[in-house]
């Protein structure tokens, strides 16, 4: 079956970095287009960035030029790296992919921003 399994999270100071992980399993990872989404309390669920399996990224307009999204096919893993984090970057970050027609979601991992 396929798992996304979410790890790197923590709490950090405003203006400092946090790189999360993002295992796949259960996929031909190469194949797949992954993505990273979070949810702070209260808010919907949002869009962070994706990339593709040609290495083609897309970011959210509020984290543009502070993340990076990548991947490492040879370990099935996507990574996402935060940098000049905010307070408003605290959120549940998430782990996603599709694998035949289905959406498919890691545990999620918290982020905490301090100011």
């Known amino acids: 079956q396929v798992q996304l399994v979410e790890s790197g999270g923590g709490l950090v100071q405003a203006g400092g970095s946090v790189r999360l992980s993002c295992a796949a399993s259960?996929?031909?990872?190469?194949?797949?287009?992954m993505g990273w989404y979070r949810q702070a309390p209260g808010k919907q669920r949002e869009l962070v960035a994706t990339i593709t399996s040609a290495g083609r990224t897309n970011y959210a307009d509020y984290v543009k030029g502070r993340f990076t999204i990548s991947r490492e096919n040879a370990k099935n893993t996507v990574y996402l790296q935060m940098s000049s984090l905010k307070p408003e970057d605290t959120a549940v970050y998430y782990c996603n992919t599709m694998w035949y027609g289905t959406d498919y979601w890691g545990q999620g991992t918290q982020v905490t921003v301090s100011s």
């Open positions: 259960g996929i031909i990872f190469k194949f797949n287009t």
